[in-house]
C-alpha cells in the first residue's frame, strides 16, 4: 500500500498571527490541536478546541511548505463558501489571507477515513454521498468552475476527454483521505480541484483506489450497478481509465514537488494499477512497467 502525506507542518509551527486569525474567526483562542495525518499537502491539518469549546478543523499553507499550495487553498475556500446546503462536505466557518498564509477554518466533522483496503458497507455509504451529490448539484450550482475537460485538457489524451461533458459538480480527487465516515454517511473533504462535468466522474475516479488496493472485483460491481455509472457505455469508462494511467504514470517520471516526497510513488503505483484494470477490461495484458 502507497502512503499518502507531505512533511506536514503542525499547529505549534504556525505563526502566531495565523493563531490569532483563527481565533477571530472562531471568537476564542484554541487551547488543543491534533494534527491530522493523510493526504498530499505539506500544510498544516489540526483539528482543534477552543477554549469556549468550539471545535473546528484548521488548513494553513505557505509558499515555505510548497509553493503551489496557497493558491489551491484560496481556492477551496472560494469553492467551499458557495457549495449548496446538501452537498455532503464540511461547512466553511472563515478564511483569511495572514501575510503569505493562507488559512482555512471548516466544520469539524467527527469521523474517521474508511478502512483500506475498502469495505463493501463504507464504499456503499460514499456512493450513497455521490448520488446525492449529483442530485443536489446538477446543474453545477457554483459559478466559475472550469469544466473536467478544461480542469484535465494538459493531462488527458484526446479520446478520453472526448468523454468528460456534463454539467454536475464534480469533486475531481476523490481518494479515501479525502473522505471521512461519519454517523453513518460519507463526508467528502477538501475541493480544490472542484469543477463541473459528467456526474459519473467522481465514482469512477474513487474506484482507481478500490481496485488498486484489491478490490477488482467490488470496482466492477459498482459500476454495473450504481445508477451514476450503470447505464454509461462500458467503451466510455475504459477509455476514461487509459487516460488516467496515461496521465498518473506521466506525472510520476517527473521530479519530486517541494514537500511531497510520496505523490510520484503514489502516482506509479495507481498508473500501473490502472493499466492493469483496463487490460482486464479490454481482455488483454498490461503493458510491462518500466
Do not use: Y
Amino acid at each position: 500500500m502507497i502512503a499518502s502525506g507531505g512533511n506536514r507542518v503542525g499547529w505549534e509551527d504556525l505563526p502566531a498571527t495565523v493563531h490569532a486569525a483563527v481565533a477571530e474567526v472562531l471568537g476564542a483562542s484554541v487551547v488543543h490541536a491534533v494534527s491530522q495525518p493523510g493526504g498530499f499537502s505539506p500544510g498544516s491539518a489540526d483539528r482543534v478546541e477552543t477554549t469556549a469549546g468550539t471545535r473546528a478543523f484548521v488548513k494553513a499553507v505557505s509558499p515555505a511548505q510548497n509553493a503551489a499550495s496557497p493558491a489551491m487553498h484560496a481556492r477551496e475556500g472560494r469553492i467551499a463558501a458557495l457549495l449548496p446546503p446538501g452537498v455532503p462536505a464540511p461547512r466553511l466557518l472563515g478564511a483569511r489571507e495572514v501575510g503569505e498564509w493562507q488559512v482555512l477554518v471548516l466544520e469539524d466533522v467527527a469521523g474517521r477515513h474508511p478502512a483500506l483496503p475498502w469495505r463493501r458497507d463504507e464504499l456503499g455509504l460514499v456512493v450513497a454521498a455521490l448520488e446525492t451529490l449529483v442530485t443536489v448539484a446538477t446543474p453545477c450550482p457554483v459559478p466559475g468552475l472550469p469544466t473536467a475537460r478544461e480542469s484535465l485538457a494538459t493531462e488527458l489524451p484526446a479520446d478520453a476527454l472526448a468523454h468528460l461533458d456534463g454539467d454536475s459538480l464534480v469533486h475531481l480527487d476523490l481518494r479515501a483521505d479525502n473522505l471521512l465516515i461519519s454517523g453513518g454517511r460519507a463526508v467528502l473533504l477538501d475541493w480544490p480541484h472542484a469543477c463541473s462535468g459528467p456526474a459519473w466522474l467522481d465514482l469512477l475516479a474513487l474506484l482507481f483506489e478500490v481496485d488498486r488496493l484489491g478490490g477488482e472485483d467490488l470496482a466492477e460491481e459498482v459500476l454495473r450497478t450504481s445508477t451514476l455509472t450503470g447505464d454509461v457505455e462500458p467503451h466510455v469508462l475504459t477509455t476514461v481509465l487509459a487516460g488516467f494511467a496515461v496521465f498518473f504514470l506521466t506525472r510520476a517520471a517527473e521530479p519530486d514537488p517541494p514537500g511531497l516526497p510520496t505523490l510520484r510513488a503514489f502516482q506509479r503505483a495507481q498508473g500501473e494499477a490502472l493499466q492493469h484494470w483496463v487490460a482486464r477490461r479490454r481482455g488483454g495484458s498490461a503493458p510491462e512497467c518500466a
